[in-house]
């Protein structure tokens, strides 16, 4: 995949884009102006498709793909016809992957897309929203009927530049929502909640505008938790006075869920889902059974089981909050505990060395390896990741390697596991490239990880 006229076009762009990018001062700024255009001249060519259903925007720095495939199944589950768009895939009852290397598409193919979502007869669009296209106005046009935030964290600061740009830029997102589903254990939470207040002429109950949800906090909360390695266990709070989207007020019974994706941000990512639900007048029977019935995520804790005798993991991780809660989810597993993971390039570097140091900190092994380079030297991008790792007490060549290769790296952890130990392949996920300076080359985590395992 590294040939061919459709590739070499795109790493083109990449290369013009960066080269602008290094040498003009405010050059994303600058741009705004042309965004604005584009997106004015999308909707407009399109029919402002997204007129013409139910938009759940969801947004937060991780477990944004999780949490609208929770809700695009909950709704489907439902009885609701349910079009999704997320990082890893768009459609209505098939799934189409998707190929690009961005979460919320370019404004042209995103009307695109809607379009043939709406011409499937989908009442309800689930619509991941990210900081980029909230920023460049690629979400304009778009009735947004409900809002999710499910945290913010560090990430993107190579295009926002500073934490509380990008917080703002996910803010617009509620600025927009006729209501707003809002982590209260989220330490911007107070930010996304005060943008639902804004105009009212008085401070409204919370369920009018808005509703937080939580383990710590949050009206809609979790309690009575059993975290298992197949899937989570807990009980969220009965009793909530709601208004539905027509205005309808009824009160929700107690919510018993049973999942079947493991991992303490499960049970964060379905409590957002659950909100959406009860905003949209779903029982609590409908929201149970639908989160229960989704089995997996592409790329989000997929299990390969090709009959090794120990555990593998391929997860999206790509930032220190999401890789913290992967290792946090494994938490008390027995066996030696290896992990691969690198950086992109073009992306956010202050984050490097400390993702190092979570790496060192929750595994025995770890081995450093590449991701998107782009037209970065991942050997340097690998020497960031060291940095964190050495800080942590890790020693090259005995508990931390690097191998810039993805797949001998992959291959490496995977000759190193024995019985009942647990390899973890983090920061690509679902990705079908991956993309160096000579641009973009077929890679699956899931696909090589099963190739290697059957070939072992």
Same mark, same amino acid.
């Given at each position: 995949?590294?040939?061919?006229?459709?590739?070499?076009?795109?790493?083109?762009?990449?290369?013009?884009?960066?080269?602008?990018?290094?040498?003009?001062?405010?050059?994303?700024?600058?741009?705004?102006?042309?965004?604005?255009?584009?997106?004015?001249?999308?909707?407009?060519?399109?029919?402002?498709?997204?007129?013409?259903?139910?938009?759940?925007?969801?947004?937060?720095?991780?477990?944004?793909?999780?949490?609208?495939?929770?809700?695009?199944?909950?709704?489907?589950?439902?009885?609701?016809?349910?079009?999704?768009?997320?990082?890893?895939?768009?459609?209505?009852?098939?799934?189409?992957?998707?190929?690009?290397?961005?979460?919320?598409?370019?404004?042209?193919?995103?009307?695109?897309?809607?379009?043939?979502?709406?011409?499937?007869?989908?009442?309800?669009?689930?619509?991941?929203?990210?900081?980029?296209?909230?920023?460049?106005?690629?979400?304009?046009?778009?009735?947004?009927?409900?809002?999710?935030?499910?945290?913010?964290?560090?990430?993107?600061?190579?295009?926002?530049?500073?934490?509380?740009?990008?917080?703002?830029?996910?803010?617009?997102?509620?600025?927009?929502?006729?209501?707003?589903?809002?982590?209260?254990?989220?330490?911007?939470?107070?930010?996304?909640?005060?943008?639902?207040?804004?105009?009212?002429?008085?401070?409204?109950?919370?369920?009018?505008?808005?509703?937080?949800?939580?383990?710590?906090?949050?009206?809609?909360?979790?309690?009575?938790?059993?975290?298992?390695?197949?899937?989570?266990?807990?009980?969220?709070?009965?009793?909530?006075?709601?208004?539905?989207?027509?205005?309808?007020?009824?009160?929700?019974?107690?919510?018993?869920?049973?999942?079947?994706?493991?991992?303490?941000?499960?049970?964060?990512?379905?409590?957002?889902?659950?909100?959406?639900?009860?905003?949209?007048?779903?029982?609590?029977?409908?929201?149970?059974?639908?989160?229960?019935?989704?089995?997996?995520?592409?790329?989000?804790?997929?299990?390969?089981?090709?009959?090794?005798?120990?555990?593998?993991?391929?997860?999206?991780?790509?930032?220190?909050?999401?890789?913290?809660? /992967?290792?946090?989810?494994? #938490? *008390? &597993?027995?066996? +030696?505990?290896?992990?691969?993971? =690198?950086?992109?390039?073009?992306? %956010?570097?202050?984050?490097?060395?400390?993702?190092?140091?979570?790496?060192?900190?929750?595994?025995?092994?770890?081995?450093?390896?590449?991701?998107?380079?782009?037209?970065?030297?991942?050997?340097?991008?690998?020497?960031?990741?060291?940095?964190?790792?050495?800080?942590?007490?890790?020693?090259?060549?005995?508990?931390?390697?690097?191998?810039?290769?993805?797949?001998?790296?992959?291959?490496?952890?995977?000759?190193?596991?024995?019985?009942?130990?647990? /390899?973890?392949?983090?920061? #690509? *996920? &679902?990705?079908? +490239?991956?993309?160096?300076?000579? =641009?973009?080359?077929?890679?699956? %985590?899931?696909?090589?990880?099963?190739?290697?395992?059957?070939?072992?």
């Amino acid at each position: 995949m590294g040939s061919g006229p459709l590739f070499h076009g795109i790493i083109r762009q990449m290369s013009v884009k960066n080269f602008l990018t290094d040498h003009i001062p405010g050059y994303n700024k600058l741009v705004l102006p042309w965004h604005f255009a584009q997106a004015v001249f999308a909707s407009t060519r399109y029919g402002f498709p997204a007129r013409k259903m139910k938009v759940i925007g969801v947004t937060g720095t991780n477990g944004k793909t999780s949490t609208s495939f929770m809700v695009w199944k909950m709704l489907n589950e439902a009885g609701y016809k349910t079009g999704i768009m997320t990082t890893v895939g768009w459609g209505v009852d098939k799934i189409t992957p998707q190929v690009e290397h961005m979460t919320t598409e370019k404004v042209g193919t995103l009307n695109k897309r809607m379009r043939a979502i709406k011409k499937q007869g989908a009442e309800y669009l689930v619509l991941e929203t990210t900081s980029h296209a909230l920023a460049q106005f690629r979400t304009l046009g778009v009735p947004f009927e409900v809002a999710v935030i499910t945290n913010v964290t560090h990430e993107h600061l190579d295009y926002h530049g500073t934490f509380e740009k990008y917080r703002d830029a996910k803010r617009k997102l509620f600025k927009k929502a006729k209501y707003g589903v809002i982590n209260a254990d989220d330490a911007s939470a107070v930010w996304f909640i005060n943008d639902m207040k804004k105009g009212l002429k008085r401070v409204p109950i919370e369920d009018e505008r808005y509703l937080t949800y939580g383990i710590k906090g949050g009206r809609l909360h979790a309690a009575d938790i059993e975290l298992g390695t197949n899937g989570v266990k807990y009980e969220a709070a009965g009793g909530l006075k709601m208004r539905d989207a027509e205005g309808k007020v009824f009160e929700t019974k107690d919510l018993r869920i049973k999942t079947q994706i493991p991992g303490t941000f499960t049970v964060y990512n379905t409590l957002a889902a659950a909100g959406v639900g009860f905003r949209l007048g779903l029982t609590a029977k409908q929201i149970a059974d639908g989160l229960g019935a989704l089995e997996s995520v592409e790329g989000r804790m997929n299990r390969i089981d090709c009959g090794q005798n120990f555990d593998v993991i391929v997860d999206y991780a790509h930032t220190p909050d999401a890789l913290q809660k /992967v290792f946090d989810s494994v #938490k *008390g &597993h027995d066996g +030696t505990v290896i992990s691969v993971h =690198g950086g992109a390039g073009r992306r %956010d570097e202050t984050t490097r060395s400390e993702r190092g140091e979570i790496l060192a900190r929750g595994s025995d092994i770890v081995i450093i390896t590449e991701d998107d380079s782009r037209d970065e030297d991942p050997a340097k991008i690998a020497e960031m990741f060291v940095e964190g790792c050495r800080k942590a007490g890790k020693v090259l060549e005995k508990n931390l390697f690097v191998e810039i290769d993805r797949k001998k790296a992959i291959e490496k952890a995977l000759k190193m596991a024995k019985k009942g130990d647990l /390899v973890l392949i983090l920061g #690509k *996920g &679902h990705e079908k +490239t991956i993309l160096r300076a000579d =641009g973009p080359h077929e890679f699956e %985590d899931i696909k090589v990880t099963e190739k290697l395992l059957k070939k072992k």
